[in-house]
């Protein structure tokens, strides 16, 4: 028979797929052993109507002829004929496997995966030339197709002794660029197996090479060996019930690679518009990477059981990204080549559900095993922070109420929810101070008023929480409100005429520290949060002094400075002491500089000049001490 050229669009799209469209060589064994798997699934059905069609036996074989460069695949299928060979192979992109699940649409357990003349000529990367010989079922004829460099295709008749399809591979040679030799290992093939193929339904078969001992002692001897190279059943498709958690762990163990068992299992299986079983994982300690930009998240993707992607972070929300595990769908939508995903409506529903349920988890654990979801929290936190804090705020609903912060109510993790439920009754906000320890926070002047009037303080102890509640704003109508910015309103009437008539009589005082600290501070004021200290550093509205150190720290060169403004305590006798010393005209540059560097390092803030505090300090001290 004359050589046939395949049709002009066919010829393009055939160039596009062996040289473009895989990025991954190592794919074609997939691709080969789900077209195997569609003539199995095939055979199976149609056996079910009709008792002339034996479908005992079904399996997959792989041969390895390293001599010859030979890669065979053969089935027991349903088989093609002449007519199916030039349809399915002869025009790339027609599909035997579609034209089948087309017919049977309205069966559901028709379970289909291949799309036979798209992915088989995914062998082109790696094969330059290719026999395809097939005996469809219920037939003594067979024919052979072939095509070498994918120049044209030739069909005649052939001999096969069973049902089913024969492909040779001829490998190509091994150059610089690229090696085609291991694919003829028997490790290789079994390890390509086991990453993409490994839950196929049907046993894939090979001989591999095995040693054993001869009895003799220290002598053994190597033999052929036909073994089952996948195990078939996947775990997520088994009933829950049916395993015990040992088998969820060993399995999280074993793909994903983590020394620590899960802190928490999910396996469930959706039905509906999208269709998908899921097999997730919450770790318990985050690796070691998992906050640089190294860490790949994302889940594994599986079509019926087949590997398709690694890492696919489209399935699920970047705030979630701890997640570790699989889900196996029916339904996505892939590209020709199976390796990259469409983003379409499915996708996208795909994804809200597992965050639905992931969300759903974790409220469950945070409700009923709390000491369990604060060591979650104690290793993911930062990331459920930064997932309500990014897009400007476009996830806070869905994250805000598993976000939890230490606070001055017995030093315990809260919810915002717990610290509004027990707020006093005059409290009208949400009070938080920055810090880098809860230990350093709980020593700062500006919480002396706010615990005494009884009100709980929330510890900001990372750089993303202040960023965070002024994307916020409130919880549950309540402000946030930090405790070392703009002016609290903290005091009563009386206290409050009290600042006013000595804000008023020491104005003098207050204009001249201002002054000497030479525009350093926007105003020094009396202070109505401060109980036992002398001085603290606050700011006005707009930015907070904790964010402008955050924003120096990460080098943001031109970022404006807080308002700052010094107070002071009318109470302690340092006030008195300045009131008098101003009074008698001394120069009182040396003590508002050094007030001014005392509430510096309160605030965590460096002092511009060491040396001058230096001197400043052990002048007054000589001072006092004669």
Same mark, same amino acid.
């Given at each position: 028979?004359?050589?046939?050229?395949?049709?002009?669009?066919?010829?393009?799209?055939?160039?596009?797929?062996?040289?473009?469209?895989?990025?991954?060589?190592?794919?074609?064994?997939?691709?080969?052993?789900?077209?195997?798997?569609?003539?199995?699934?095939?055979?199976?059905?149609?056996?079910?109507?009709?008792?002339?069609?034996?479908?005992?036996?079904?399996?997959?074989?792989?041969?390895?002829?390293?001599?010859?460069?030979?890669?065979?695949?053969?089935?027991?299928?349903?088989?093609?004929?002449?007519?199916?060979?030039?349809?399915?192979?002869? !025009?790339?992109?027609?599909?035997?496997?579609?034209?089948?699940?087309?017919?049977?649409?309205?069966?559901?357990?028709?379970?289909?995966?291949? =799309?036979?003349?798209?992915?088989?000529?995914?062998?082109?990367?790696?094969?330059?030339?290719?026999?395809? !010989?097939?005996?469809?079922?219920?037939?003594?004829?067979?024919?052979?197709?072939?095509?070498?460099?994918?120049?044209?295709?030739?069909?005649?008749?052939?001999?096969?002794?069973?049902?089913?399809?024969?492909?040779?591979?001829?490998?190509?040679?091994?150059?610089?660029?690229?090696?085609?030799?291991?694919?003829?290992?028997?490790?290789?093939?079994?390890?390509?197996?086991?990453?993409?193929?490994?839950?196929?339904?049907?046993?894939?078969?090979?001989?591999?090479?095995?040693?054993?001992? !001869?009895?003799?002692?220290?002598?053994?001897?190597?033999?052929?060996?036909?073994?089952?190279?996948?195990?078939?059943?996947?775990?997520?498709?088994?009933?829950?019930?049916?395993?015990? =958690?040992?088998?969820?762990?060993?399995?999280?163990?074993?793909?994903?690679?983590?020394?620590?068992?899960?802190?928490?299992?999910?396996?469930?299986?959706?039905?509906?518009?999208?269709?998908?079983?899921?097999?997730?994982?919450?770790?318990?300690?985050?690796?070691?990477?998992?906050?640089?930009?190294?860490?790949?998240?994302?889940?594994?993707?599986?079509?019926?059981?087949?590997?398709?992607?690694?890492?696919?972070?489209?399935?699920?929300?970047?705030?979630?990204?701890?997640?570790?595990?699989?889900?196996?769908?029916?339904?996505?939508?892939?590209?020709?080549?199976?390796?990259?995903?469409?983003?379409?409506?499915?996708?996208?529903?795909?994804?809200?559900?597992?965050?639905?349920?992931?969300?759903?988890?974790?409220?469950?654990?945070?409700?009923?095993?709390?000491?369990?979801?604060?060591?979650?929290?104690?290793?993911?936190?930062?990331?459920?922070?930064?997932?309500?804090?990014?897009?400007?705020?476009?996830?806070?609903?869905?994250?805000?109420?598993?976000?939890?912060?230490?606070?001055?109510?017995?030093?315990?993790?809260?919810?915002?929810?717990?610290?509004?439920?027990?707020?006093?009754?005059?409290?009208?906000?949400?009070?938080?101070?920055?810090?880098?320890?809860?230990?350093?926070?709980?020593?700062?002047?500006?919480?002396?008023?706010?615990?005494?009037?009884?009100?709980?303080?929330?510890?900001?102890?990372?750089?993303?929480?202040?960023?965070?509640?002024?994307?916020?704003?409130?919880?549950?109508?309540?402000?946030?409100?930090?405790?070392?910015?703009?002016?609290?309103?903290?005091?009563?009437?009386?206290?409050?005429?009290?600042?006013?008539?000595?804000?008023?009589?020491?104005?003098?005082?207050?204009?001249?520290?201002?002054?000497?600290?030479?525009?350093?501070?926007?105003?020094?004021?009396?202070?109505?949060?401060?109980?036992?200290?002398?001085?603290?550093?606050?700011?006005?509205?707009?930015?907070?002094?904790?964010?402008?150190?955050?924003?120096?720290?990460?080098?943001?060169?031109?970022?404006?400075?807080?308002?700052?403004?010094?107070?002071?305590?009318?109470?302690?006798?340092?006030?008195?002491?300045?009131?008098?010393?101003?009074?008698?005209?001394?120069?009182?540059?040396?003590?508002?500089?050094?007030?001014?560097?005392?509430?510096?390092?309160?605030?965590?803030?460096?002092?511009?000049?060491?040396?001058?505090?230096?001197?400043?300090?052990?002048?007054?001290?000589?001072?006092?001490?004669?």
């Amino acid at each position: 028979m004359a050589k046939k050229q395949f049709k002009t669009e066919s010829r393009r799209l055939l160039d596009l797929m062996a040289n473009s469209i895989y990025t991954n060589t190592d794919i074609f064994v997939r691709e080969l052993i789900s077209n195997a798997s569609d003539a199995l699934d095939k055979k199976y059905y149609r056996s079910l109507t009709d008792t002339s069609i034996n479908a005992e036996g079904l399996r997959i074989r792989i041969e390895l002829d390293k001599k010859n460069r030979l890669f065979t695949i053969s089935d027991n299928g349903i088989g093609m004929d002449e007519k199916e060979l030039e349809q399915d192979l002869g !025009t790339i992109a027609r599909s035997g496997s579609f034209d089948f699940k087309q017919e049977l649409e309205k069966d559901d357990k028709v379970d289909i995966i291949g =799309q036979f003349g798209v992915g088989f000529y995914s062998s082109f990367m790696v094969a330059d030339r290719i026999e395809v !010989t097939s005996r469809k079922c219920g037939s003594e004829e067979a024919y052979r197709w072939v095509s070498v460099n994918a120049d044209g295709y030739e069909i005649k008749k052939a001999e096969r002794d069973v049902e089913g399809t024969t492909i040779v591979l001829h490998l190509k040679e091994d150059t610089k660029e690229k090696k085609y030799s291991p694919y003829l290992e028997s490790d290789m093939i079994q390890s390509l197996v086991r990453k993409y193929s490994d839950y196929i339904r049907y046993p894939i078969v090979m001989d591999v090479e095995v040693t054993r001992s !001869t009895g003799e002692e220290g002598k053994t001897v190597k033999e052929i060996e036909t073994r089952t190279v996948n195990s078939m059943t996947p775990l997520w498709k088994k009933a829950a019930k049916e395993i015990k =958690q040992e088998d969820y762990d060993q399995f999280y163990e074993e793909n994903f690679y983590d020394y620590a068992k899960p802190l928490k299992t999910l396996h469930y299986k959706v039905e509906g518009n999208t269709s998908y079983t899921a097999l997730l994982f919450i770790p318990e300690k985050a690796p070691y990477n998992y906050y640089t930009t190294d860490y790949k998240a994302g889940l594994k993707l599986y079509s019926r059981g087949v590997f398709i992607k690694d890492e696919a972070s489209e399935l699920i929300s970047d705030y979630f990204r701890f997640v570790r595990g699989l889900i196996d769908s029916d339904d996505l939508n892939l590209n020709i080549s199976r390796e990259i995903l469409q983003q379409d409506h499915q996708m996208q529903l795909l994804k809200r559900s597992i965050d639905k349920k992931v969300k759903n988890a974790l409220e469950k654990m945070l409700e009923k095993e709390r000491d369990k979801y604060e060591a979650f929290f104690d290793s993911f936190g930062t990331q459920l922070k930064y997932g309500a804090y990014e897009d400007y705020g476009a996830n806070k609903d869905t994250l805000i109420d598993l976000i939890l912060f230490r606070s001055t109510y017995e030093d315990k993790y809260v919810t915002l929810k717990e610290y509004v439920s027990r707020m006093k009754e005059d409290q009208k906000d949400i009070y938080y101070a920055c810090g880098e320890s809860a230990e350093k926070i709980k020593a700062m002047p500006q919480l002396e008023k706010i615990l005494e009037k009884g009100y709980e303080v929330l510890y900001f102890t990372e750089n993303v929480d202040e960023f965070m509640a002024t994307v916020l704003m409130n919880y549950d109508g309540k402000n946030f409100r930090s405790v070392n910015k703009g002016d609290l309103d903290l005091e009563s009437e009386e206290e409050k005429k009290e600042i006013a008539e000595e804000s008023i009589d020491a104005k003098d005082l207050l204009t001249s520290l201002k002054e000497a600290l030479n525009g350093e501070v926007s105003e020094v004021r009396i202070s109505g949060r401060l109980k036992t200290h002398p001085v603290c550093l606050v700011s006005d509205d707009g930015l907070s002094l904790n964010m402008e150190k955050v924003l120096s720290e990460m080098n943001q060169g031109g970022m404006p400075k807080a308002n700052r403004i010094l107070e002071l305590n009318k109470d302690h006798p340092l006030f008195a002491s300045l009131k008098e010393a101003h009074e008698k005209g001394e120069d009182l540059s040396d003590y508002a500089k050094l007030l001014y560097d005392q509430a510096l390092l309160i605030a965590g803030f460096p002092i511009e000049d060491p040396l001058e505090y230096s001197r400043r300090l052990s002048e007054i001290m000589i001072k006092a001490m004669h």
